[in-house]
């Protein structure tokens, strides 16, 4: 089960002009280098997307941790409850014949 | 990343909270981490928020210290570095205040309440730096003594404030090396260079030690916040592995420590140190330390001068906004 953000998505316009309140939360990825995924490394406040981009490059990539960084704004990240885990997750367990151990293979078979 | 923006919610207790609490102090028996959306007793959450704020507060009250020396450090070399590190102690306070805030805190609460002395940052901070031998006592000692402290908090049981301490490590690493380096080559200059590089260690020794906190006995949270995994060590531990650590470190660049009761310990295996003046902790920490008015008006003005700069970027975001809507209006 998902939740629906609580939040509404950012809006800078809404936001009055003096009121820092009004900086969303933005959540930032970094892929340190070519192969990999985009990791999250934390957060940040910033009035748009281009100074989140500037920002997350000053905070997270001072000694050249990444290649390419990704900006998201947190509220438009839904995640799974963690009061639901259980049952959540639950369809996952009792299904081990999903994973290569649950065979029973003769001895001496190769390349399998 | 933690979504959905309900840490608000779980602030209030509601009826399910022995099964969670029970939930709970498993995760902490496993040594499993605790996350952001997970249940947590209010106390548990309390104490992270204080003491994660308390922490970013120190780190961006930090660079005033060593920031009052830019302009006259003695190299172009030295200049760079420090600006660096000045740079780095600002990023450790925003992964901090991001960590906090998954806490269910906002950044611009935190900072007023910094600014409204309902928050402490670090005793230490309210030294002065007078020379530049103390920008080198500072990022050996006090640097020094924040590792011991931070390696000790990478395995603290919240997630993301042993996330933050595990960036911060790394970092910090080359500030305490630079402080070393800056003190070795004072200490192997002219008479004139040794005597300023041991005149700041005398000045700094007893105030790093104090940044263990008060003596065990006398630290009233320290208990509870080793149970919940959130302190790994008592603040004595990890005082004497400071001393054990800086007293060999001291004999290679030549200066003393000042402390007459420092000796070796045989049968400790440690070294015995002399008694910190814990009135003075107080003092400090209350308010009535020698810098502590003027590094909260720096702070505060700093704060003041930039809101110009916030107002700006936040006009230029609405305009662009606006922009975008009229296109795709068009």
């Given at each position: 089960?998902?939740?629906?953000?609580?939040?509404?998505?950012?809006?800078?316009?809404?936001?009055?002009?003096?009121?820092?309140?009004g900086?969303?939360?933005?959540?930032?990825?970094?892929?340190?280098?070519?192969?990999?995924?985009?990791?999250?490394?934390?957060?940040?406040?910033?009035?748009?997307?281009?100074?989140?981009?500037q920002?997350?490059?000053?905070?997270?990539?001072r000694?050249?941790?990444?290649?390419?960084?990704?900006?998201?704004?947190?509220?438009?990240?839904?995640?799974?409850?963690?009061?639901?885990k259980?049952?959540?997750?639950?369809?996952?367990?009792?299904?081990?014949?999903?994973?290569?151990?649950?065979?029973?293979?003769?001895?001496?078979?190769?390349?399998? | 990343?933690?979504?959905?923006?309900?840490?608000e919610?779980?602030?209030?207790?509601d009826?399910?909270?022995?099964?969670?609490?029970?939930e709970?102090?498993?995760?902490?028996?496993?040594?499993?981490?605790?996350?952001?959306?997970?249940?947590?007793?209010?106390?548990?959450?309390?104490?992270?928020i204080?003491?994660?704020a308390?922490?970013?507060?120190?780190?961006?009250?930090?660079?005033?210290?060593?920031?009052?020396?830019?302009?006259?450090a003695?190299?172009l070399?030295?200049?760079?570095?420090?600006?660096?590190k000045?740079?780095?102690?600002?990023?450790?306070?925003?992964?901090?205040?991001s960590?906090?805030?998954?806490?269910?805190?906002?950044?611009?609460d935190?900072?007023?309440?910094?600014?409204?002395?309902r928050?402490?940052?670090?005793s230490?901070?309210?030294?002065?730096?007078?020379?530049?031998?103390?920008?080198?006592?500072?990022?050996?000692?006090?640097?020094?003594?924040?590792?011991?402290?931070?390696?000790?908090?990478?395995?603290?049981s919240?997630?993301?404030y042993?996330?933050?301490?595990?960036?911060?490590?790394?970092?910090?690493?080359?500030?305490?090396?630079?402080?070393?380096?800056i003190?070795?080559?004072?200490?192997?200059?002219?008479?004139?260079?040794?005597?300023?590089?041991?005149?700041?260690?005398?000045?700094?020794?007893?105030?790093a030690?104090?940044?263990?906190?008060?003596?065990?006995?006398a630290s009233p949270?320290?208990?509870?916040?080793?149970?919940?995994?959130?302190?790994?060590?008592?603040?004595?531990?990890?005082?004497?592995?400071?001393?054990?650590?800086?007293?060999?470190?001291?004999?290679?660049?030549?200066?003393?420590?000042?402390?007459?009761?420092?000796?070796?310990?045989?049968?400790?295996?440690?070294?015995?140190?002399?008694?910190?003046?814990?009135?003075?902790f107080?003092?400090?920490?209350?308010g009535?330390?020698?810098?502590?008015?003027?590094?909260?008006?720096?702070?505060?003005?700093?704060?003041?001068?930039?809101?110009?700069?916030?107002?700006?970027?936040?006009?230029?975001?609405?305009?662009?906004?606006?922009?975008?809507?009229?296109?795709?209006?068009?």
């Open positions: 089960m998902t939740q629906t953000p609580q939040n509404p998505a950012p809006n800078p316009a809404a936001g009055n002009g003096s009121d820092r309140r900086w969303p939360l933005w959540e930032v990825f970094v892929r340190a280098r070519r192969g990999l995924a985009h990791q999250h490394v934390g957060s940040l406040h910033a009035p748009d997307a281009a100074l989140a981009l920002n997350a490059r000053d905070i997270y990539t000694r050249s941790e990444g290649v390419s960084i990704w900006v998201v704004p947190s509220s438009a990240i839904v995640a799974s409850s963690p009061q639901e259980d049952s959540f997750f639950d369809p996952a367990l009792d299904k081990a014949y999903r994973h290569p151990t649950f065979y029973d293979i003769p001895e001496g078979v190769e390349h399998l | 990343m933690y979504g959905n923006h309900d840490t919610t779980a602030l209030v207790p009826e399910g909270d022995s099964e969670r609490q029970a709970f102090d498993a995760l902490i028996a496993d040594d499993q981490r605790i996350e952001p959306r997970d249940w947590m007793p209010d106390a548990y959450r309390r104490t992270l204080r003491q994660v308390q922490h970013a507060h120190s780190e961006i009250i930090g660079m005033q210290p060593e920031g009052n020396w830019i302009t006259r003695p190299s070399r030295r200049k760079a570095i420090l600006i660096a000045v740079q780095d102690e600002g990023g450790h306070g925003l992964y901090l205040y960590a906090c805030e998954t806490l269910g805190v906002d950044r611009e935190l900072l007023d309440r910094l600014h409204g002395g928050q402490k940052y670090s230490i901070f309210n030294y002065p730096a007078l020379t530049w031998a103390d920008v080198g006592a500072i990022g050996w000692l006090v640097d020094g003594a924040a590792i011991m402290n931070q390696v000790a908090l990478c395995r603290c919240y997630g993301p042993a996330r933050a301490m595990i960036r911060i490590c790394k970092e910090e690493s080359f500030h305490q090396r630079q402080g070393f380096e003190l070795h080559t004072l200490a192997h200059g002219t008479p004139a260079q040794k005597e300023m590089a041991q005149d700041a260690v005398n000045r700094f020794w007893a105030p030690l104090m940044m263990f906190g008060p003596p065990d006995d949270h320290s208990a509870q916040s080793m149970a919940w995994g959130i302190k790994r060590f008592s603040n004595d531990e990890l005082r004497q592995r400071f001393v054990d650590m800086s007293v060999p470190q001291a004999e290679v660049l030549g200066l003393s420590l000042p402390d007459p009761d420092l000796r070796w310990n045989d049968e400790r295996g440690h070294y015995d140190s002399g008694e910190l003046d814990w009135d003075e107080a003092r400090v920490i209350s009535d330390g020698p810098c502590n008015a003027q590094r909260m008006s720096r702070r505060i003005r700093a704060h003041e001068d930039g809101a110009w700069v916030r107002e700006a970027a936040q006009a230029y975001a609405a305009k662009q906004a606006a922009r975008t809507l009229e296109v795709a209006a068009s």
